[in-house]
Nanobody, 123 residues
Framework: QVQLVESGGGLVQPGGSLRLSCAASGNIFSILKMGWYRQAPGKQRELVATITRGGTTNYGDSLKDRFTISRDYAENTAYLQMNSLKPEDTAVYYC?????????????????WGPGTQVTVSS
């Protein structure tokens, strides 16, 4: 199995910055894509950003100018740098990873979610 652990959430004032981290561990053969999603109270989970093994990034609407996703391939870790935070960015942020799992005798696909980290933007 693959475990994802997020860190870096917290309380920040409007206009501030936070950097989230997501570390993947387990019997990982390869990670094809890592990403961040968020869910605010009463709303559906939405895409924040993803990054593929090849470095291709994809962002949710209107987030690319403030958020940057990056990845440390050697450490199976993804980062989300969030700048100019707004109260509407308040949500639980979830890490997601898709790839291939190494099990005895074979490789199988996986898709895992982290438990989430709270980001609150408030004065």
């Amino acid at each position: 199995q693959v475990q994802l652990v997020e860190s870096g959430g917290g309380l920040v004032q409007p206009g501030g910055s936070l950097r989230l981290s997501c570390a993947a561990s387990g019997n990982i053969f390869s990670i094809l894509k890592m990403g961040w999603y968020r869910q605010a109270p009463g709303k559906q989970r939405e895409l924040v950003a993803t990054i593929t093994r090849g470095g291709t990034t994809n962002y949710g609407d209107s987030l690319k100018d403030r958020f940057t996703i990056s990845r440390d391939y050697a450490e199976n870790t993804a980062y989300l740098q969030m700048n100019s935070l707004k109260p509407e960015d308040t949500a639980v942020y979830y890490c997601n990873a898709e790839g291939e799992l190494l099990q005895t005798g074979h490789i199988s696909p996986f898709r895992s979610w982290g438990p989430g980290t709270q980001v609150t933007v408030s004065s």
